[in-house]
Structures are given as C-alpha cells and as structure tokens.
C-alpha cells in the first residue's frame, strides 16, 4: 500500500472540502492517486462537484491588449503577489499582451520576439529576474481574431489598465453596431469571468472530461439501488446538466439569472441590426493549475492527526 502523507491529505481537503478521515480513506483505496482519490470521494457524495481548471497558486498578472478585430491575452507569473504591483514588472506584462497580438498562441515565438527597448523579450524577463530579484516566467498566451465585428477584453480585479487576475476576451463576429457588440461583448466577458465556462457549446467539451464523469455519475447512480433502466436514465440525466453548465452558449446568463446565454446574443442581434455569431472566448485565471508547496503545514498536520511524511 502506498503511504499516505500529510501533504497528499492537506492538498485533498483543500480541493474536496471533505473531512480528514475522509480524505485518508479515500487515499487509502485509491493507492495515493489524487485525482482518483477526488472521484471517489465525489462519488461517495463526501466532495463538491464543481468544477475547476485547477488550483489559483501562484502570482504575477494576466494582461490583455485589444487592437482593431484581433484581442490577446497572456500570464506572466512571479513568487509574490509583491511583484505584481512592481511598475517594471506591469510594464513588461503590457508591452507582451501587445506583442502577442502580432505573434498569436505560440509562447516559443514571443519569447523570441524583439522587446520595445531592446532584445528580446525572454532577455528583458531575464533582466527584470536580475533587477527585481524574483523569479518570473512568461507562461502562456492566447489570441483571438474575427473577420467582422469586435473582439472585447475584460479584467477582474484589477491590479492595474488590462492587467489583474483574470483576463477574459470574447469574440464577436457581426456586421452589426460597434457599440452594441462592444457592450455585448463586456456583458459576456464579465458573465465568463464569474462563470468560468468549460467550452462554447457541449460539443466542445473534453471527451476524457466528459468520460470521467459520467464514469463518477454511474458509480453514484447505482448506489441508488435502482433498476439498470433507471440508473441509466439518471446517468443521462446528469450528464446532459453538466454539459448545459459547463457550456457557455446554454449557461444562465449571471446578470439576470434566467436567460440562456444563446438567447442573450439572439436578443442583442436587434440592437445591432445584424446577425451575432459568438465566435470564440478565452479565459486566463492567475495561476491556475499551478500547485504551491506545502511542506510547512504537512509536518503541522503529521503532528496532530497522525498522519506520516513521506521522508525521502
């Protein structure tokens, strides 16, 4: 049996929200797997089901630059929240979100990008490390682009202009007014940014996601005790909510908490006077997927639960 550490127990009450001795067991059956152990759990009913693109767990800044019909997003992350609010180091988060707007989703080639006051801009990262003092790391960007109509930017919680936490664009494509598809544009970049939508429409959702829960969805199902017909018909059930959840087109729109979203664009197209095709969006949260250390607390909780390190 593999052994179980006061890390692995810490990291899978934070992302379950399930007991401790829960969390154990779940470890326990589960071989220390984590992400097995998280099905588990949910599977027993012990964990939330909401989704997450991963765990927010490191700093620095999403920014976004917007140009014409062409908008980019990018993440540069440092060690503390400390850096984000460096003037040099917001000045490099903007002068990259512009970049990419040129060099598109490749982060190879942006790095290899000339920087505004010389270089390249993997040398100006390079000096803003030796100047600042932290480590920092250019990690990834995103464009997007449509042949009419707009492409709209939003930033949550704002450490500075176009730069802060989560960084959101939407594309809009329409021959339609700019002004009603740019204040389309903010309502739905807001709505992403709150909602955290998984795709555009259910058929862009991940197959292996979608196989991994209706796989949590079965096991929850039979424990019903019902007929095959029925737990089938549950499982269907379940799948078809999450999918009009996790897909932006049919999520509820959170401003007015009633209106699909689809129906939001379809009644925006009059205000614009054309057609509206909700072409794509993108959404960057700080850190997402990035795990911190814990080791601090692990020996903490060795301590009082009992639970033993893992000593290398």
Not at 106 to 126: K, Q
Not at 157 to 173: H, Q
Not at 240 to 248: I, Q, S, V
Request: hydrophobic share 50%; aromatic share 4%.
């Amino acid at each position: 049996m593999a052994e179980i550490t006061a890390a692995s127990v810490k990291e899978l009450r934070e992302r379950t929200g399930a007991g401790m001795m829960d969390c154990k067991k779940a470890l326990s059956e589960n071989e220390g797997e984590m992400e097995a152990s998280v099905d588990w759990l949910r599977a027993k009913g012990l964990a939330a089901a909401a989704k997450k693109a991963g765990r927010t767990a490191a700093e620095g800044l999403v920014g976004v630059a917007v140009t014409g019909t062409k908008g980019a997003v990018v993440e540069v992350n440092s060690e503390t929240d400390f850096v984000a609010k460096n003037e040099q180091f917001q000045g490099f988060v903007r002068d990259v979100a512009q970049l990419a707007l040129t060099t598109g989703n490749d982060i190879g080639a942006l790095n290899e990008a000339a920087y505004p006051s010389g270089g390249t801009v993997a040398e100006a990262l390079t000096n803003n490390i030796v100047t600042i003092g932290e480590n920092q790391s250019l990690r990834r960007a995103a464009v997007l682009e449509v042949a009419h109509g707009v492409v709209v930017s939003y930033v949550h919680n704002a450490a500075a202009p176009n730069m802060g936490k989560i960084g959101v664009l939407v594309a809009l494509d329409s021959t339609g007014s700019a002004d009603a598809l740019t204040a389309l544009g903010k309502q739905l970049a807001m709505h992403i940014a709150a909602a955290n939508p998984l795709a555009l429409n259910a058929d862009g959702l991940d197959p292996d996601l979608l196989a991994r829960e209706r796989s949590i969805a079965v096991e929850k199902a039979a424990e019903s005790g019902k007929p095959a017909n029925i737990v089938e018909k549950m499982v269907d059930g379940t799948m078809a909510k999450f999918a009009k959840e996790n897909a932006l087109l049919s999520q509820v729109f959170v401003i007015d908490g009633k209106t699909p979203i689809a129906d939001v664009v379809a009644a925006a197209a009059k205000d614009a006077g054309a057609p509206i095709t909700l072409k794509a969006f993108e959404r960057f949260q700080l850190g997402e997927g990035i795990a911190k250390e814990t080791s601090d607390f692990a020996a903490e909780v060795a301590a009082v639960s009992g639970v033993p390190q893992l000593v290398a």
